[in-house]
């Protein structure tokens, strides 16, 4: 079974800057389709960004500027590289990777982890 693990969400004064991380571990083959998601109280799900195994990026129309996203294939992991945070970003960040495993290929999520901006 694979797993994902997110890690260093938290707090950040309007303008500032953070940068998450979520590794891939257990037993898998590969990993193709990276992704974060986000979900602010009281609305949906929402996609933040996505990433190839290639590195072909695609992100929301209205992040795209201020997030990045990235990946260590090396490493199963994906990064994501938040700048110039607004108090509407936040929401708990949802990391998610299509993995392909001896029995099955599908979507794995991560716990979450809470990023709070204040203004």
């Known amino acids: 079974q694979a797993q994902l693990v997110e890690s260093g969400g938290g707090l950040v004064q309007a303008g500032g800057s953070l940068s998450l991380s979520c590794a891939a571990s257990?037993?898998?083959?590969?990993?193709?389709?990276m992704a974060w998601h986000r979900q602010a109280p009281g609305k949906q799900r929402e996609l933040v960004a996505h990433?190839?195994?290639?590195?072909?990026?695609n992100y929301a129309d209205s992040l795209q500027g201020r997030f990045t996203i990235s990946r260590d294939n090396a490493k199963n992991t994906v990064y994501l590289q938040m700048n110039s945070l607004k108090p509407d970003d936040t929401a708990v960040y949802y990391c998610a990777a299509v993995i392909r495993t001896t029995t099955t290929v599908r979507a794995y999520w991560g716990q979450g982890t809470q990023v709070t901006v204040s203004s």
């Open positions: 990433i190839t195994s290639d590195g072909i990026t």
């Open positions: 257990g037993s898998f083959i590969s990993i193709s389709l």
